[in-house]
């Protein structure tokens, strides 16, 4: 007697080998944090929103645990003045929103890592933006 039940497994764990290791293949080069904003307006509360991408799909990426920030002058070349970095909750699907305080119109540096669900690797990215009064 034969058995159709182990052609229709084996096709079926192929299938699983084959989308487990797409999904293993997921590195920190596949994400992207973007800026929504290239300038923001100086002063304190200013928010900077980020946006994160997978960019094999272009989807966004909700649910990320954004773990460290940091918030500089160093494109004007005063690395040492740094802000306090609030984060916000949500309002759009993979964006993510912090509180600062921009003290001074210029170049910021804005240091963003986080986790990705089920990516065992960290995102990290340095933007560059302006203040502007």
Request: net charge neutral; no cysteine; aromatic share 6%.
């Given at each position: 007697m034969k058995s159709k039940f182990f052609p229709r497994a084996a096709t079926l764990a192929f299938a699983s080998v084959?989308?487990?290791?797409?999904?293993?293949?997921?590195?920190?080069?596949?994400?992207?944090?973007?800026?929504?904003?290239n300038e923001i307006k100086e002063g304190n509360g200013a928010v900077v929103?980020?946006?994160?991408?997978?960019?094999?799909?272009?989807?966004?990426?909700?649910?990320?645990?954004?773990?460290?920030?940091?918030m500089d002058m160093a494109p004007d070349?005063?690395?040492?003045?740094?802000a306090p970095v609030e984060a916000l909750p949500p309002e759009e699907p993979g964006i993510y929103r912090f509180k600062t305080d921009l003290?001074?119109?210029g170049g910021w540096r804005f240091s963003?890592?986080?986790?990705?669900?089920?990516?065992?690797?960290?995102?990290?990215?340095?933007?560059?933006?302006?203040?502007v009064q």
């Open positions: 084959i989308a487990a290791s797409q999904a293993a293949k997921a590195a920190p080069e596949d994400y992207e944090f973007q800026l929504v904003e929103a980020v946006r994160l991408l997978d960019k094999r799909t272009g989807a966004p990426v909700n649910n990320a645990v954004v773990f460290a920030t940091r070349g005063m690395e040492a003045m740094t003290i001074m119109a963003i890592a986080a986790k990705v669900q089920g990516e065992a690797d960290t995102v990290e990215r340095r933007l560059v933006f302006k203040a």
